[in-house]
């Protein structure tokens, strides 16, 4: 087995986070010597006992083939951080998902995506807003992404299906617990059109504490994260604060100053997110990185093998083009293509992500990018 059968089998056991993943991984036993540690060698990588002791007794090859056969009778792939499809925005937030559990059109991952968040008991106002803007950036070519939560997230992801930049439902849940459990129906027209994904095993229930770590996901995603409308507690601030964290945009749309719906919205304006009257104030920010226009129509009907809506190199400034001719030698780490491209730091990394947007370029485990 190799070492993403490894994350795999590490990643489905109930109590294994993030953080004793990657004390296995810098210990260098994402490999077939996994199934060979007692719960003292695991203990020696800074496991706690009781989870070395579950580690030794469940973790075997039987374990991981048995997993692997229950996600693929429901349905369900996925994609590791050390493969090429991972989504290199989300590669490039804090503590990025080890593995995504994915339905759907894997290709959406690549965006260009926008998340849409706000209110789960959204004013009219709000709900005409979310379907309007969600449309329209749909229609242009965006991705929306949104997290299958009742009111603003549903209406958005509703208005998305079926456009050319579809939609992408990150849930907060295993694939097989929908939550709410009244967008079941949703839920399968999404991953028909377009893509739901969660970072929990099959058979993991809803808890509180699992919808901040999906937010971090829709933010991680997306290019900015806009606020439709919500209260000063929504958990939609949580997204906010995600976006910002991670370097990406935040937009908040203005509301009436008199509807509790609109104050964290208006906090977030008064904070410096970026006002939001239409969606052409959202697609200016990006409009370098959207399709041709003649090619948003054949973007709408991509299938999943992942090849919709390719970059073709006519379409890259001169300094993607620069980069892309490096890459076509081979791959380079970053400090490779500092040293040949002469950019500075900051705008090689803003060269770079567009790339990874128009899906010309790739990132590998290491800092390392390659053409497609």
């Known amino acids: 087995m190799n070492n993403r059968d490894i994350l795999f089998g590490l990643h489905e056991i109930e109590g294994i986070g993030w953080r004793s993943i990657d004390k296995i991984r810098k210990a260098g036993y994402l490999s077939d010597k996994a199934f060979d540690c007692t719960a003292e060698d695991w203990e020696r990588m800074g496991i706690t006992p009781g989870m070395s002791a579950?580690?030794?007794?469940?973790?075997?090859?039987?374990?991981?083939?048995?997993?692997?056969?229950?996600?693929?009778?429901?349905?369900?792939?996925?994609?590791?951080?050390?493969?090429?499809?991972?989504?290199?925005?989300?590669?490039?937030?804090?503590?990025p998902p080890w593995i995504l559990y994915c339905r759907g059109r894997a290709d959406l991952l690549h965006g260009p995506g926008i998340a849409m968040v706000g209110t789960r008991v959204p004013t009219a106002y709000g709900r005409k807003v979310g379907a309007v803007l969600a449309e329209e950036l749909a229609s242009s070519g965006f991705t929306v992404v949104s997290g299958l939560a009742r009111g603003i997230d549903s209406i958005c992801h509703e208005a998305a299906l079926g456009q050319a930049g579809g939609t992408v439902a990150v849930m907060a849940t295993g694939m097989d617990k929908v939550y709410p459990p009244e967008n079941r129906e949703l839920l399968e027209q999404i991953s028909r059109q377009g893509l739901v994904v969660t970072e929990y095993p099959i058979g993991t229930k809803s808890h509180p504490g699992l919808f901040p770590q999906r937010n971090r996901i829709i933010a991680g995603l997306a290019l900015g994260t806009v606020v439709v409308e919500a209260d000063s507690r929504s958990g939609s601030l949580i997204t906010a604060?995600?976006?910002?964290?991670?370097?990406?945009?935040?937009?908040?749309?203005?509301?009436?100053?008199t509807s509790?719906?609109?104050?964290?919205?208006?906090?977030?304006?008064?904070?410096?997110?970026?006002?939001?009257?239409?969606?052409?104030?959202?697609?200016?920010?990006?409009?370098?990185?959207?399709?041709?226009?003649?090619?948003?129509?054949?973007a709408a009907g991509a299938g999943n093998d992942g090849n919709g809506g390719l970059c073709s190199e006519k379409n890259l400034t001169s300094d993607e083009s620069r980069l892309y001719h490096i890459l076509h030698q081979g791959p380079c780490s970053l400090d490779e293509l500092?040293?040949?491209?002469g950019l500075d730091f900051g705008h090689l990394h803003s060269v770079?992500?567009?790339?990874?947007?128009?899906?010309a370029?790739?990132?590998?485990?290491?800092a390392v990018y390659k053409i497609i």
């Open 54 to 95: 579950k580690l030794s007794k469940i973790l075997t090859p039987d374990w991981v083939m048995q997993r692997r056969s229950l996600m693929e009778s429901a349905r369900v792939s996925m994609i590791t951080v050390f493969d090429d499809q991972y989504p290199g925005l989300l590669k490039e937030t804090p503590q």
């Open 241 to 257: 604060d995600a976006a910002l964290e991670a370097g990406r945009d935040v937009f908040a749309v203005p509301g009436p100053i």
């Open 260 to 298: 509790p719906k609109s104050r964290g919205a208006l906090e977030l304006i008064k904070q410096g997110a970026a006002v939001v009257t239409s969606a052409a104030d959202i697609m200016a920010e990006y409009a370098d990185l959207l399709p041709e226009p003649e090619n948003i129509s054949s």
């Open 338 to 341: 500092l040293e040949k491209s």
């Open 352 to 359: 770079l992500l567009s790339l990874i947007i128009k899906k």
């Open 361 to 366: 370029v790739t990132s590998l485990p290491g």
